[in-house]
Structures are given as C-alpha cells and as structure tokens.
C-alpha cells in the first residue's frame, strides 16, 4: 500500500522540490490509513547537479494528522 501512493506521487505530475514530493506522500499516507496519527518521509535524489562532491541531496518531513485538518495531497 506505501510503495503504491509512491509510486503514484513519484510517477504523477512533476513537482520542482523535494519538499513537495515529500508533503504530498505524507497528506497521502495520512488520508490513506485512518490509524496513523504521523508519518515521517524522507526522499532522497541521487546525482544531482551541484558542485561540490555529493551522494545525493534530499529532505525528510514530518507531519502529523491534526496539523492536516483542510490541506490535501
């Protein structure tokens, strides 16, 4: 069920920041499973053009469902 809302997100429409990408598998996660009161996604985009020698470069999110309450996906 996870890898499906990544999936979707990852393969849908582009988002510009990994932030984005990030809040949108988070608001999904919490819509998706009633039971989760929290989720923390980190995504991580490897080979990226910066300088300088890197890995990747990513961002990791935490978002909870009563912070939730009007926004969606």
């Given amino acids: 069920m ?3 809302i990544v999936k979707d997100v990852v ?4 988002q510009n920041l990994l932030e984005s990408v990030a809040h949108r598998i988070a608001s999904a ?9 929290a ?4 995504v991580k985009k490897p080979h ?3 300088q300088g020698i890197v890995d990747y470069l990513g961002v990791e999110i935490v978002r909870y469902r009563k ?7």
């Fill in 2 to 4: 996870l890898r499906r």
């Fill in 11 to 14: 393969e849908g429409p582009s």
């Fill in 29 to 37: 996660t919490l819509l998706k499973f009633s039971q989760i009161s």
């Fill in 39 to 42: 989720v923390r996604v980190e």
């Fill in 48 to 50: 990226v053009a910066v």
């Fill in 67 to 73: 912070d939730m309450a009007g926004i969606s996906p």
